[in-house]
């Protein structure tokens, strides 16, 4: 049987001095008027000007070389930005994509132009990317995309219907994912393959789709004989899917899923902290100190250019059931108390969290394909 593996380490001087700073920043922003706090900031809170903020802190493409903007610090550094922005509900949506997993991903396939031209920007809070995976009959069933991209004499030429894609509205550069030539026999994920597509090229036609809440954060992407040059393919033509897949797993395991809906409990704890039982509140930070753990482990297998995909999708379906139970706890606290006693902003907050959270089961792999994803990785067939 396999073994899913989580090594702990423990926070360094640096992360707990990196913290308080991240924190005194946040606090000083928050009070100057800077930013308002939001539930699922990293997908609702777009502020450009705050983004190029946390670039100019240097709190943006961390990880990566100096030469490409970053500072090559640890994935424990970023881990501990990244932690505290969520908690803190700033808005760092314009510019969470592109420095969690598309600036990985340039950094790793990526040419030599598109990394100096591309990842200096991200660092500096200046850029922003979204992911096409998804298309209208292709979710969980990704292999199943069937936007083309065909060879001409100078590149390819793009087709096909990209949906759900989160920021693409403010985003310059677009992750593809696109068939390149037909699946061969039973192997599906063959002839798939990723591009960055700038998105002012013309021939793409981006619209927003409103969701529950009324926000338009995610968008339908068209594209119509886009015309691309032979440097816009990311990687290697024909791995797409192993591309994908290590796409993935970034997006899948940091904090963002489980700490969307830690404001809710923060706030609440500060508003009514008599109302409380013990046995809860303890409860919760035991769950979210386990996934804390969880997450900082994935993040040094990542370091190390492990694979710990199987791990990133333990952590998000575990992280998403937690924010579920964490919601559930905080509104049946608020519920003992009459409305008209309550502030106006907690119930605001809870409402907010309650049209967010089912999105959470769905974006970046849905409860039942990560179920699957396990199970495979335990054997079970
Ligand atoms: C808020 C939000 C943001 C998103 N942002 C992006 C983005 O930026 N880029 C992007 O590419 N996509 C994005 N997505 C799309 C997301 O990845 C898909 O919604 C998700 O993969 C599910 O695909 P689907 O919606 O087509 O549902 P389907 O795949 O049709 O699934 C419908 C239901 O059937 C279940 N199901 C399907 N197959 C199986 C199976 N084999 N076994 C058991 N159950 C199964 C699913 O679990 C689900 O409950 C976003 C989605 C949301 C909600």
């Not at 608020?334 to 049209?355: C, H, S």
């Amino acid at each position: 049987m396999s073994q899913f593996s989580f090594p702990i380490a423990p926070e360094t001087p640096e992360e707990r001095s990196l913290r308080s700073r991240i924190r005194a920043f946040l606090e000083a922003e928050r009070a100057a008027g800077g930013y308002q706090s939001v539930a699922d900031c990293w997908v609702s809170g777009v502020s450009p000007a705050f983004s190029r903020k946390l670039g100019a802190m240097g709190w943006i493409g961390m990880t990566w070389p100096e030469r490409y903007g970053g500072q090559a610090l640890p994935a424990l550094h970023r881990l501990v930005v990244t932690e505290e922005l969520l908690v803190a509900g700033a808005p760092v949506a314009a510019h969470w994509i592109a420095d969690r997993q598309t600036g990985a991903q340039i950094l790793k396939f990526g040419t030599e132009r598109q990394k100096q031209s591309i990842l200096p920007r991200i660092a500096a809070g200046r850029c922003y990317t979204c992911v096409g995976m998804s298309e209208p009959q292709a979710g969980s069933d990704l292999a199943a995309v069937t936007t083309k991209a065909t060879k001409t004499s100078s590149g390819w030429s793009l087709s096909g219907r990209k949906i759900w894609s989160t920021v693409a509205h403010i985003s310059n550069y677009m992750i593809v994912l696109a068939r390149t030539s037909p699946a061969e026999g039973k192997n599906r994920h063959a002839g798939l393959s990723q591009f960055l597509v700038n998105l002012t090229l013309s021939g793409i036609g981006i619209s927003g789709i409103r969701d529950i809440a009324g926000h338009t954060h995610f968008n339908e992407v068209v594209f119509d004989d886009v015309k691309l040059t032979r440097d816009d393919l990311l990687g290697e033509e024909g791995n797409g899917w192993a591309q994908c897949m290590g796409e993935l797993a970034l997006e899948r395991s940091g904090p963002e899923r489980f700490l969307t809906t830690f404001l809710l409990l923060e706030q609440a704890l500060a508003e009514l902290p008599a109302a409380f039982p013990p046995a809860i509140v303890g409860e919760l930070i035991a769950r979210v100190t386990t996934l804390r753990i969880m997450s900082r482990g994935i993040a040094l297998r990542l370091q190390a250019g492990e694979h710990p995909d199987t791990e990133a999708a333990l952590v998000k379906q575990l992280g998403n059931a937690f924010e579920k139970h964490l919601f559930g706890a905080v509104r049946g606290v608020i519920a003992a108390y009459p409305e008209a006693e309550m502030p106006a902003g907690l119930l605001r907050l809870r409402d907010e969290v309650q049209l967010r959270l089912p999105a959470s089961t769905l974006r970046g792999g849905t409860t039942e394909i990560l179920r699957g994803v396990i199970a495979r990785q335990l054997g079970v067939r």
